[in-house]
């Protein structure tokens, strides 16, 4: 008799290896490489797609065209539909309204397959660039940068930087607005192109550029422009990064912090897997084996910690991190599954008609913050008891802010009605909200 396979709703497997969240949509891939970055034994398998409406629908091997190891989501941001998937094996395969439509490698694209093992294309970071261009690192040949712009894809020569490029492997890709592509490498730090003028930098070494480590595992650019660098022995910052370009010189910056008065590095250390930031520029940094930690734009403060002994997630080893900026969720792949977190933090609004504060009322047993949604970017934010005496105050730095119902750190304020009031950073736009707080 034949067998009759029954699944739940649910992703293809319990171990992604990398996701990627937009509104109300969440892709997951399986495919992995080792620390050490081998890709063997290959993993054929497919992807998964989850939509709030529809719920789950997973994507096989076959229909995939057979892309082994996929490792890697980009989303178009200009049309959620077409999605574009790193093989660390295969290539790069695009995908349009959930139908895989075509495998891209070395036999119809400018991406290079490796010299001692023909038709291994190992694709890994992308993104789009403001330009609606997609990058892509192209690891182990010299055309290590690639870019897809419309149909065709050009691969970018890194000898002159690194004359062993046989030897480097690329890890995560990012973009700022002026179209600069910044990505990482396995062993000579950071990699940086500027297309405009066809000229690529590298900044590496603990002595050179302040990095703890020049295997670089991941980056994100915040809201503000800096860029966040995560590596195998801690975190780095690059302030205004395109200076690299007049400045090949420039230092890496720590984050030092006092812990009972004494000053330390954040993170030092550890191995970071991924970094993603919120709506309020707050940043969520995944570890190798210490789970992850949520900290406050700046990095000086620790917000939260989870790991598997004080939350439910299922490993301390963090894939991938990405955050659907519409809903606040924050989604974590690890190896023994997917978990999500109902955060609060959402992208800016583009006016100040949805401003809303909740929970409302703050009622005696609720300990936790006021969250204050619906912000335009950079919107000056005060709260006031009900015969104007300010409390608090705070400009936002994405589209929510937290108040933890003190007047300005000192005390709980009283029972009473308390006004919002929220001005556009321009001027141009207020809004008046209240909250009922109860003691």
Same mark, same amino acid.
């Given at each position: 008799?034949?067998?009759?396979?029954?699944?739940?709703?649910?992703?293809?497997r319990?171990?992604?290896?990398?996701?990627?969240?937009?509104?109300?949509?969440?892709?997951?891939?399986?495919?992995?490489?080792?620390?050490s970055f081998?890709?063997?034994?290959?993993?054929?398998?497919?992807?998964?797609?989850?939509?709030?409406?529809?719920?789950?629908?997973?994507?096989?091997?076959?229909?995939?065209?057979?892309?082994?190891?996929?490792?890697?989501?980009?989303?178009?941001?200009?049309?959620?539909?077409q !999605?574009?998937?790193s @093989?660390?094996n295969? $290539? #790069? =395969?695009?995908i /349009?309204?959930? *139908?895989p439509?075509?495998?891209?490698?070395?036999?119809?694209?400018?991406?290079?397959?490796?010299p001692v093992?023909?038709t291994?294309?190992?694709?890994?970071?992308?993104?789009?660039?403001?330009n609606?261009?997609?990058?892509v690192t192209?690891?182990?040949?010299?055309?290590?940068?690639?870019?897809?712009?419309?149909?065709?894809?050009?691969?970018?020569?890194?000898?002159?930087?690194?004359?062993?490029?046989?030897?480097?492997?690329?890890?995560?890709l990012?973009?700022?607005?002026?179209?600069? !592509?910044?990505f990482? @490498?396995?062993?000579? $730090? #950071? =990699?940086?192109? /500027?297309?405009? *003028?066809?000229?690529f930098?590298?900044?590496?070494?603990?002595?050179?550029?302040?990095?703890?480590?020049?295997?670089?595992?991941?980056?994100?650019?915040?809201?503000?422009?800096?860029?966040?660098?995560g590596?195998?022995?801690?975190?780095r910052?690059?302030?205004?990064?395109?200076?690299v370009?007049?400045?090949?010189?420039?230092?890496?910056?720590?984050?030092?912090?006092?812990?009972n008065?004494?000053?330390?590095?954040?993170?030092?250390?550890?191995?970071i897997?991924?970094?993603?930031?919120?709506?309020?520029?707050?940043?969520?940094?995944?570890? #190798?084996?210490?789970?992850?930690?949520?900290?406050?734009?700046?990095?000086?403060e620790?917000?939260?910690?989870?790991?598997?002994?004080?939350?439910?997630?299922?490993?301390?080893?963090?894939n991938?991190?990405?955050?659907?900026?519409?809903?606040?969720?924050?989604?974590?792949?690890?190896?023994?599954?997917?978990?999500s977190?109902?955060g609060?933090?959402?992208a800016?609004?583009?006016?100040?008609?949805?401003?809303r504060?909740?929970?409302n009322?703050?009622?005696p047993?609720?300990?936790?913050?006021v969250?204050?949604?619906?912000?335009?970017?950079?919107?000056?934010?005060?709260?006031?008891?009900?015969?104007?005496?300010?409390?608090?105050?705070?400009?936002?730095?994405?589209?929510?802010?937290?108040?933890?119902?003190?007047?300005?750190?000192?005390?709980?304020?009283?029972s009473?009605v308390?006004?919002?009031?929220?001005?556009?950073?321009?001027?141009?736009?207020?809004?008046?909200?209240?909250?009922?707080i109860?003691?």
């Amino acid at each position: 008799k034949p067998i009759l396979q029954i699944l739940p709703d649910g992703p293809l497997r319990n171990d992604p290896f990398s996701i990627e969240a937009v509104p109300n949509e969440l892709w997951a891939v399986y495919g992995d490489y080792s620390n050490s970055f081998n890709p063997y034994p290959l993993k054929r398998r497919g992807l998964s797609h989850f939509q709030q409406e529809t719920g789950w629908n997973n994507i096989s091997y076959p229909e995939a065209l057979n892309a082994n190891n996929m490792v890697n989501i980009t989303i178009n941001p200009e049309n959620t539909e077409q !999605v574009f998937i790193s @093989s660390f094996n295969s $290539g #790069l =395969l695009e995908i /349009n309204e959930e *139908i895989p439509t075509q495998l891209f490698d070395e036999t119809n694209s400018g991406l290079s397959d490796l010299p001692v093992n023909p038709t291994d294309v190992r694709i890994n970071g992308a993104a789009f660039d403001p330009n609606g261009n997609l990058w892509v690192t192209n690891t182990l040949v010299e055309n290590a940068l690639a870019r897809k712009s419309g149909n065709d894809i050009t691969g970018f020569s890194i000898k002159e930087i690194i004359p062993d490029f046989d030897e480097v492997i690329y890890t995560e890709l990012v973009t700022d607005r002026q179209g600069n !592509v910044y990505f990482g @490498s396995n062993s000579m $730090g #950071l =990699l940086a192109y /500027n297309p405009r *003028i066809d000229m690529f930098v590298k900044i590496a070494g603990e002595e050179e550029a302040n990095l703890p480590s020049d295997d670089i595992r991941t980056l994100a650019l915040d809201n503000s422009g800096t860029l966040w660098i995560g590596t195998t022995a801690g975190l780095r910052l690059l302030y205004g990064p395109a200076q690299v370009f007049e400045n090949p010189e420039i230092q890496t910056n720590a984050i030092v912090i006092l812990e009972n008065d004494i000053p330390v590095e954040l993170l030092n250390e550890q191995s970071i897997q991924s970094i993603a930031v919120d709506g309020s520029n707050n940043k969520w940094v995944g570890t #190798l084996s210490n789970g992850v930690f949520y900290f406050s734009s700046n990095g000086q403060e620790t917000l939260l910690q989870f790991n598997t002994s004080n939350s439910p997630l299922p490993s301390n080893t963090i894939n991938s991190i990405s955050i659907d900026n519409e809903s606040g969720e924050v989604y974590f792949a690890t190896p023994q599954g997917l978990v999500s977190y109902s955060g609060s933090a959402v992208a800016a609004a583009e006016n100040l008609k949805a401003v809303r504060a909740f929970p409302n009322p703050v009622r005696p047993q609720y300990t936790g913050p006021v969250t204050i949604d619906g912000l335009t970017e950079r919107a000056n934010v005060k709260i006031t008891d009900i015969t104007g005496n300010l409390v608090y105050e705070e400009v936002s730095e994405g589209g929510s802010i937290q108040w933890d119902t003190t007047a300005f750190g000192r005390h709980k304020v009283a029972s009473g009605v308390y006004m919002i009031l929220v001005t556009s950073s321009d001027a141009s736009e207020t809004k008046v909200a209240k909250i009922m707080i109860i003691r």
